[in-house]
Every structure is written in C-alpha cells, then in structure tokens.
C-alpha cells in the first residue's frame, strides 16, 4: 500500500507561483510508479492536468497548463513535485497525485492505483 501526501498548497494572487509536493511512503520502490497530478474544481469532474514518467525522462501536460506547469521527481526522496507559475483563477481546485504500476504515463484517473488526499489551491480574480 502506497501513502501519498501533498504540501505546498495555499493562495496566491493570479501570476504567482506555488509548487506542490507529493511525498511517497509504503509500497513498491517509488522510481517503479509513474506520478499523476490531477484536479478537481467545484462543481467540476476531476481532470487531468500533468504525468511524469518512472525515471522522469517523460511528462505529459494538460493544454490548459503547458508552459506553466513543470513536473519533477526526487526518487531518492520519494517525492514529487508540481512546480506552477503565471497562475491564474481558473487554476483553483483541490490538486491530487496519484501513483500509478506501470511504465506507462496515463490521463485517466482510472488508470491510477493510489491517491492523496488532495490539496487546495486558490487563485483569487
């Protein structure tokens, strides 16, 4: 079984930044789980919004926050990060990760085995 922990929410005025970190514990060896971010705004059905690959040589963004969103990952730390800038109200939702046993990098939130419990981010107008 697979602990996922988020930190690094909060609000922050649009343009700003904040990055997210997902800490793993328990399970397989964190380098064998792709990583998944997802987020879910109020009234909204969970999207996906970022994945990174086993060793991090492959991420793949939403069209929503490309060239704003920058994945990473710190195996040795177990942790993940969601690095976000030029934020912008529509951003607010509670963001998720999410681990995912296979070398693949899904968008689908099927796809993932494990969950944290979610973080809040919020961009006022």
């Known amino acids: 079984q697979v602990r996922l922990v988020e930190s690094g929410g909060g609000t922050v005025q649009a343009g700003g930044s904040l990055r997210l970190s997902c800490a793993a514990s328990g399970g397989s060896v964190f380098s064998r789980y792709t990583m998944g971010w997802f987020r879910q705004a109020p009234g909204k059905e969970r999207e996906f919004v970022a994945v990174?690959?086993?060793?991090?040589?492959?991420?793949v963004s939403a069209d929503s926050v490309k060239g704003r969103f920058t994945l990473s990952r710190e195996n040795a730390g177990n942790t993940a990060y969601l690095q976000m800038n030029s934020l912008k109200p529509e951003d607010t939702a509670v963001y998720y990760c999410?681990?995912?046993?296979?070398?693949?990098?899904?968008?689908?939130?099927?796809?993932?085995?494990?969950w944290g419990q979610g973080i809040q981010v919020t961009v006022p107008p």
């Open positions: 990174i690959s086993w060793l991090g040589g492959m991420t």
């Open positions: 999410a681990a995912h046993s296979g070398s693949s990098t899904p968008q689908h939130s099927g796809a993932y085995d494990y």
